[in-house]
């Protein structure tokens, strides 16, 4: 049993039990419905669960499974109907209701499950870190230069960012709660939409 096995496990099952949500959110409700934004000041259902595998792919891609991300390997941008390479943040209002009206779901459910096995394998990658620690400024340079696939990527930033926090509150943050905080946003959302809600608590 590795040191982290515990923590591990639990990881593992909350990261499978986010993504299993997120993948019936797109399974069983009506495309009109994920693509509606109630009010101008919020994003729309779709949207949300796109940048939530988008910041996955492109923080656990590269940083912590030494990958590109999928994004760019499966050729998904192209598979989902949308330009966008960056993780959505920066977007102007009217970029969040362009890709929700153009983005195909079931091409976004395919990348939603290309991210969660990108994702699996960076435990073999974590098996001897020290969680304690943040990422060296070495570390992050060296993944922004060799991986260097996300548009919005703006070294500095990128740095001061990561450097803001432990490896333990980084995987914690894109591995699951990054997602969980965009489930509650989605909640948020479809229950401000008539009709037939997803959520139901």
């Known amino acids: 049993m590795t040191p982290h096995?515990?923590?591990?496990?639990?990881?593992?099952?909350?990261?499978?039990?986010?993504?299993?949500?997120?993948?019936?959110?797109?399974?069983?409700?009506?495309?009109?419905?994920l693509r509606t934004r109630p009010h101008p000041e919020m994003n729309t259902m779709v949207w949300s669960i796109w940048h939530s595998y988008r910041c996955e792919d492109a923080c656990i891609g590269r940083f912590v499974v030494p990958e590109q991300q999928v994004l760019t390997t499966q050729n998904f941008n192209a598979r989902m109907n949308i330009p966008y390479l960056g993780d959505g943040m920066g977007m102007t209002a009217d970029d969040v209701l362009a890709l929700s009206a153009a983005i195909d779901i079931t091409a976004l459910a395919a990348y939603g499950?290309?991210?969660?096995?990108q994702s699996t394998k960076a435990y073999a990658y974590m098996a001897d870190w020290d969680f304690g620690v943040s990422f060296t400024e070495a570390e992050v340079r060296a993944a922004l230069t060799t991986y260097a696939d996300l548009a919005s990527d703006e070294g500095t930033g990128t740095i001061e960012y990561m450097l803001s926090m432990t490896k333990a509150e980084y995987v914690m943050k894109f591995l699951y709660g990054h997602a969980q905080y965009h489930l509650g946003e989605i909640s948020a959302i479809d229950g401000q939409i008539s009709g037939e809600r997803f959520f139901t608590w």
């Open 113 to 117: 499950n290309a991210v969660t096995a």
């Open 5 to 33: 096995a515990t923590f591990f496990a639990a990881l593992r099952a909350t990261h499978a039990r986010t993504h299993a949500e997120l993948q019936a959110i797109l399974a069983n409700t009506d495309p009109v419905r």
